[in-house]
């Protein structure tokens, strides 16, 4: 069975800088996406970027970009300029064609003005 | 750029009584899905439904939900009798089915169990 692990319960960081978020996967598979979700306080589900496993070249979506390491199973989400609009909780998740969505245990980031 | 639609947004129910969740996919989408999250908690995969029946479930699934796509454009969950234990946020979700498309997920309805 696939899983996903975030490592990081919390994260902070101050406005205008750079975070990165870390997510590990498993799965026997080849062919897969993965995904950052994020999760503001009204609870939203909000796709942020997202990563085709086939695909060498890493994702980036404007201040978001991934550093996908298919070898190691990591799939980091870095954020630059952070903003106080992306305080949030963040979920790595994993997926397969139309099958369902297996989801990490999340990372809370908050953003320090 | 379409939606996902969920109500209603809160439900407050006694435990015991049956609850209906109630969804309307994106239009042209096939794949449809419940997911859970306790407070605190990750997201959880509940069910998939395709093509009008169920193309997998977890073992939260159990006897007591169902999903129902009535009438092409409305896709429910209902729990039977409900339990405090399914206090949680439920989100459905759909997709197009192909692998380029991801899930987009509605706002939830957040369901409190008294």
């Known amino acids: 069975a696939q899983t996903v692990t975030q490592s990081q319960p919390e994260m902070s960081v101050q406005e205008a800088e750079t975070v990165t978020l870390s997510c590990t996967y498993d799965?026997?598979?080849?062919?897969?996406?993965l995904f950052w979700y994020k999760q503001p306080p009204s609870r939203q589900m909000i796709l942020v970027i997202r990563?085709?496993?086939?695909?060498?070249q890493n994702a980036t979506e404007n201040r978001f970009s991934v550093n996908f390491q298919k070898a190691a199973k990591s799939f980091s989400l870095k954020i630059s300029d952070s903003q106080l609009g992306d305080a949030a909780m963040y979920f790595c998740?994993?997926?397969?064609?139309?099958?369902?969505?297996?989801f990490g245990q999340g990372t809370r980031l908050t953003i320090n003005p | 750029e379409p939606e996902v639609t969920q109500t209603p947004s809160h439900q407050v129910t006694q435990m015991g009584q049956e609850v209906i969740l109630r969804c309307v996919p994106i239009?042209?989408?096939?794949?449809f899905y419940w997911y859970r999250q306790i407070l605190g908690q990750k997201v959880e995969f509940l069910v998939s439904?395709?093509?009008?029946?169920?193309?997998?479930k977890s073992e939260i699934f159990d006897d007591q939900f169902s999903v129902e796509r009535p009438d092409g454009s409305n896709f429910t969950l209902k729990i039977r009798s409900t339990k405090l234990e399914d206090s949680a946020m439920y989100f459905c979700?759909?997709?197009?089915?192909?692998?380029?498309?991801?899930?987009?997920f509605g706002d939830g309805t957040r369901l409190s169990i008294l």
């Open positions: 979700a759909s997709s197009e089915g192909t692998v380029s498309i991801p899930q987009h």
């Open positions: 799965t026997s598979e080849s062919d897969y996406y």
């Open positions: 990563q085709e496993a086939y695909k060498q």
């Open positions: 998740a994993y997926g397969r064609g139309a099958q369902k969505l297996v």
């Open positions: 239009s042209n989408h096939l794949y």
């Open positions: 439904f395709y093509n009008n029946e169920i193309s997998e």
